[in-house]
């Protein structure tokens, strides 16, 4: 019990950088702010517009402007004009164990702060973190935290009831890389289980490659070269290591294909979806 001892004020340290995201009246979801500067990491999925509204912990409500998108990495960055906010302290995703006590913290239906505590799990791949703590609608975007309130992942969605969410890890890494050019596709895309994991497309850029590849809203994307896809980053690194072409693996009806997609670097600053 003792790994349990501090944990309401654990729990209201986190609650401190996890704010509440709108999105232009698609949906409420939540973030976690990542620098005092006004850096806001949520998911793609969550911004999907070029603003958002946020609510912080204490009750302000403000304009946020989208700074930088993935949606296949499913990460998004905000930004809003205030300083000197309580930053999470992000921690090392690799370490961890099954075992190891997390929690999370977000807007389940809208209720915000909510605080849902549970340990990490085996599973059949350490790319996502996978968790039993209780993610709903909502929970989206805000933060997976460890026993000591770091941040070690960004809560995304619920497979055969265990909570994904992406490593802190990859996170940083989506933030670190922001301004540079990246390959795209040209779709927006959002994690399901169709039974295997794959990714829906929802939107598809007009004459992007994916477009003129034949990749349609509804598609779902499960694979690239024969690899199935296991996690939203891994469509990123795979065309980070392929060449001018990428084959991906569609289920397009329910009938799976493949698709020969060409892609181009993505201008500085620009959406990398």
């Given at each position: ?6 944990l309401p004020?654990i729990a209201?340290r ?5 704010v509440?995201?709108?999105?232009r009246?698609r949906?409420?979801?939540s973030?976690?702010?990542w620098?005092a ?5 949520t ?6 517009g070029?603003?958002?509204?946020i ?6 409500r ?5 700074a930088a998108?993935?949606p296949?990495?499913?990460l998004a ?11 999470a302290?992000?921690a ?7 075992g190891?006590?997390v929690?999370a913290?977000?807007s389940p239906?809208g209720q ?9 799990h ?6 996502w973190?996978q968790?039993d ?13 460890d026993a000591?309130?770091r941040?070690?992942?960004i809560n995304?969605?619920?497979?055969n ?9 990859i996170?940083a890494?989506f933030v670190?890389?922001r301004?540079?050019?990246?390959r795209?596709l ?6 399901v289980n169709v039974?295997?994991f794959?990714?829906l497309v929802?939107?598809?850029e007009?004459d992007g490659?994916?477009?003129r590849a034949?990749?349609h809203?509804g598609?779902?994307?499960?694979g ?5 896809f296991e996690?939203?980053?891994?469509l990123?690194?795979s ?6 072409r990428?084959l991906?693996?569609?289920l397009?009806g329910g009938?799976p294909t493949v698709?020969?997609v060409?892609?181009?670097?993505q201008?500085?600053?620009?959406d990398?979806g």
């Open positions: 019990m003792a790994a349990f001892a501090g004020q209201d986190v609650r401190q950088f996890t509440q995201v709108d999105s009246g949906g409420a979801g973030g976690v702010i620098s500067e006004g850096a806001i990491i998911n793609a999925h969550v911004a999907r070029s603003g958002a509204q609510t912080l912990a204490d009750g302000r403000l304009r946020a402007t989208l998108r993935d296949q990495l499913d960055l905000l930004e809003i004009n205030v300083h000197d906010l309580p930053a302290t992000v090392d995703s690799d370490p961890l164990r099954v190891e006590l929690l913290v977000g239906y915000p702060g909510t605080v849902t505590v549970g340990i990490i085996a599973g059949e791949t350490r790319r973190i968790s703590v209780r993610l709903a609608p909502g929970n989206s975007g805000g933060p997976l935290a000591q309130g941040v070690v992942g995304t969605m619920v497979v009831r265990l909570g994904l969410a992406i490593p802190s890890n996170v890494r670190a890389r301004g540079k050019p990246q795209r040209g779709v927006t895309v959002q994690p039974p295997k794959g990714l929802l939107e598809v007009r490659p994916a477009h034949g990749l809203v598609d779902v994307l499960t690239a070269a024969g690899k199935a996690a939203p980053f891994d990123a690194l065309l980070e290591a392929a060449g001018s990428v991906l693996d569609v397009s009938t698709c020969e060409e892609f181009e670097p201008p500085v600053g620009a990398v």
